[in-house]
């Protein structure tokens, strides 16, 4: 179990170490006017259908199959996720459903790993994590990556005026791609055009041929959750040319999903833990 919290932290820090520092200030803030205006009513028409094929629950709480591929390392292990809108996205890790060893926590103003086993935490912003700045993150893009929602960088929600800023193509075998620009950033939703369910995400980053990377979402299996449907399997996959990094793929495969709101959404780190610097833990992992 140590060596899965290793790899882990690892994998979180290699990607916020490895991305770069060149693109601060890059896509945040509004949408440029210029950027794929869509004038095509049947394109906002879909658009407005995606947004409102989201499932309403405030809450969605599952026990879940992790796995994560990094660093040339395979680990598995079950867990649960639960995830409150606007509030937080936590990933308890639980090995066998008999103790928590571990735990990954995104809320709006910070981002989160607990070493249950090692008594030792990492605590970042979303500024402090490049990966996750350079590609556009911030809670509420993560939110609706996790969630199987369309968004806006650096917006809490997508309001009808943005629809404009998205270009909508054709259907093609069954799908049609969604896709916006603003800065570095290319984003693209691959979407189902009868049920406008949303399949695949991807954020491409490019900042010359030096500074590459890509961040997908793909989803699958969707389930009823209250009048909507939630997908029960999402695989992020992150690939980047940064030295160090290459390809990291999380799997979450959702087991009795449910809409319980009777948990904490904030985790209180006990004073017996020690933070510790993201390159510390990283230096440990490469020193095995």
Same mark, same amino acid.
């Given at each position: 179990?140590?060596?899965?919290?290793?790899?882990?932290? &690892?994998?979180? @820090?290699?990607?916020?170490?490895?991305?770069?520092?060149? #693109?601060?200030?890059?896509? *945040?803030?509004? /949408?440029? +006017?210029?950027?794929?205006?869509?004038?095509?009513?049947?394109?906002?028409?879909?658009?407005?259908?995606?947004?409102?094929?989201?499932?309403?629950?405030?809450?969605?709480?599952?026990?879940?199959?992790?796995?994560?591929?990094?660093?040339?390392?395979?680990?598995?292990?079950?867990?649960?996720?639960?995830?409150?809108?606007?509030?937080?996205?936590?990933?308890?890790?639980?090995?066998?459903?008999?103790?928590? &060893?571990?735990? @990954?926590?995104?809320?709006?103003?910070?981002?989160?790993? #607990?070493?249950?086993?090692? *008594?030792?935490? /990492?605590? +970042?912003?979303?500024?402090?994590?490049?990966?996750?700045?350079?590609?556009?993150?911030?809670?509420?893009?993560?939110?609706?990556?996790?969630?199987?929602?369309?968004?806006?960088?650096?917006?809490?929600?997508?309001?009808?005026?943005?629809?404009?800023?998205?270009?909508?193509?054709?259907?093609?075998?069954?799908?049609?791609?969604?896709?916006?620009?603003?800065?570095?950033?290319?984003?693209?939703?691959?979407?189902?055009?009868?049920?406008?369910?949303?399949?695949?995400?991807?954020?491409?980053?490019?900042?010359?041929?030096?500074?590459?990377?890509?961040?997908?979402?793909?989803?699958?299996?969707?389930?009823?959750?209250?009048?909507?449907?939630?997908?029960?399997?999402?695989?992020?996959?992150?690939?980047?040319?940064?030295?160090?990094?290459?390809?990291?793929?999380?799997?979450?495969?959702?087991?009795?999903?449910?809409?319980?709101?009777?948990?904490?959404?904030?985790?209180?780190?006990?004073?017996?833990?020690?933070?510790?610097?993201?390159?510390?833990?990283?230096?440990?992992?490469?020193?095995?």
């Amino acid at each position: 179990m140590k060596q899965i919290i290793s790899v882990l932290f &690892a994998a979180l @820090i290699l990607a916020s170490c490895g991305s770069g520092k060149a #693109v601060q200030g890059e896509g *945040k803030g509004t /949408v440029p +006017a210029t950027v794929g205006k869509q004038k095509d009513s049947n394109g906002i028409d879909f658009l407005r259908q995606v947004s409102d094929n989201a499932v309403y629950s405030k809450d969605i709480v599952s026990s879940i199959d992790f796995s994560l591929t990094a660093m040339g390392r395979d680990i598995s292990v079950s867990g649960k996720l639960q995830m409150r809108k606007n509030e937080v996205i936590r990933i308890t890790l639980t090995p066998f459903s008999l103790m928590e &060893a571990g735990r @990954i926590e995104f809320a709006p103003d910070y981002v989160l790993v #607990v070493d249950r086993i090692n *008594k030792q935490y /990492v605590k +970042a912003t979303y500024n402090d994590v490049d990966f996750l700045k350079n590609n556009g993150m911030d809670f509420y893009t993560l939110q609706a990556l996790f969630w199987n929602e369309l968004f806006v960088p650096s917006k809490k929600t997508v309001a009808e005026s943005d629809f404009s800023a998205f270009t909508v193509g054709p259907t093609e075998r069954g799908s049609r791609a969604v896709a916006l620009k603003t800065g570095s950033l290319d984003f693209r939703w691959t979407v189902d055009a009868e049920r406008k369910q949303i399949r695949g995400t991807e954020i491409a980053y490019r900042k010359g041929t030096a500074q590459e990377s890509t961040m997908s979402f793909s989803y699958d299996d969707f389930v009823p959750v209250g009048a909507r449907k939630f997908p029960s399997k999402e695989v992020l996959t992150f690939n980047s040319n940064a030295a160090g990094t290459g390809r990291i793929v999380l799997s979450i495969a959702m087991n009795r999903i449910s809409s319980d709101s009777n948990w904490d959404a904030k985790t209180t780190v006990s004073s017996r833990y020690t933070q510790v610097p993201a390159q510390e833990v990283l230096s440990k992992l490469m020193g095995q």
